[in-house]
């Protein structure tokens, strides 16, 4: 498995916002920012004036179109019955902290995963992140600033700045992760905490909680696609196979509980609901062939809603 998942190439970054006046925003800040993000993106590279994507000449070649529109038919047919779009090739990351109120001169910062051709996106993505500071953020559109950018330390040399907000110039060579960045052993038992609310189906439902099989085939299916479509590499694995090998891993314990909360989609122009589990869960059996995918979950998380940060989790150790 690990062979294969080496195909799947992604980049991790860590965005820092200082606020230049107060900010309120809401205790998950995912909704906020990746919410104004995303239009901030569009406002920034969409050549129409009236920023619609249907018929678009430049479509096909389009920044925005390519990073929240991409097409599922660029996908498996199985995928394209079931979305349609592809999964986003980026995963933001917002502060764990439920801290709402940042006053002028404070931070806060962002973990930013791009995936496959998106790693060549980050002038895009660092250029939105700092106009969107820039229009207001959250209750009362506080204005801030991208202070700095740079990569999660890799080795023990420790971090990487790659842009700062005083000269405005990107360094090149951020280091790119070719399948998991380490795969951990865990002696026979595997234990997770989920941080953010996570949003696994099975039947077309969302489960309230998490089985062994549930979180492989969720794992699988997404790092599949991304592999697929966004690195243009297939993955050549027996799916089958492994799903039912998991079913072998045994549920160790459980310490979870639902986290419902709600964003606006100005798209839909609805509130959605958006809960999802979060907490602690642990299983037993053989499951170090699993750990490569396992610990790829880490950086790509799983579920639904993972542009919003949501199915971020971590291996852990101990009781």
Known sequence: MLDQLRKLRFARFRMELEACEALQLPPYKGATLRGAFGSTFKRVVCVRRDGQCAGCLVRAHCAYSYVFETPAADSEADLARHYTFAPHPFVMEPPEEARVAYGAGERLSLGLVLIGRAIDYLPYFIHALDEMGQR????????????????????????????????????????????????????????????????LKDEGRLTPGVDFPLLVRSLLRRTSELARIHCQAPLELDYRGWIERARTVRPLEAALHWHDWERYSRRQETRMKMGGVVGRVA???????FMPLVALGQDLHVGKGTSFGLGRYEITTGE
């Open 136 to 199: 207001g953020l959250g209750h009362g559109r506080g204005k801030a600033r991208l202070a700095r950018v740079w990569t999660p330390a890799a080795m023990p040399a420790g971090e990487t700045a790659i842009y700062a907000a005083a000269d405005a110039q990107l360094q090149t060579g951020s280091p790119v992760y070719h399948g998991p960045r380490q795969v951990p052993v865990t002696g026979g038992a595997l234990r997770l905490r989920l941080a953010t609310p996570t949003r």
């Open 283 to 289: 299983f037993a059996g053989d499951v170090e062939p």
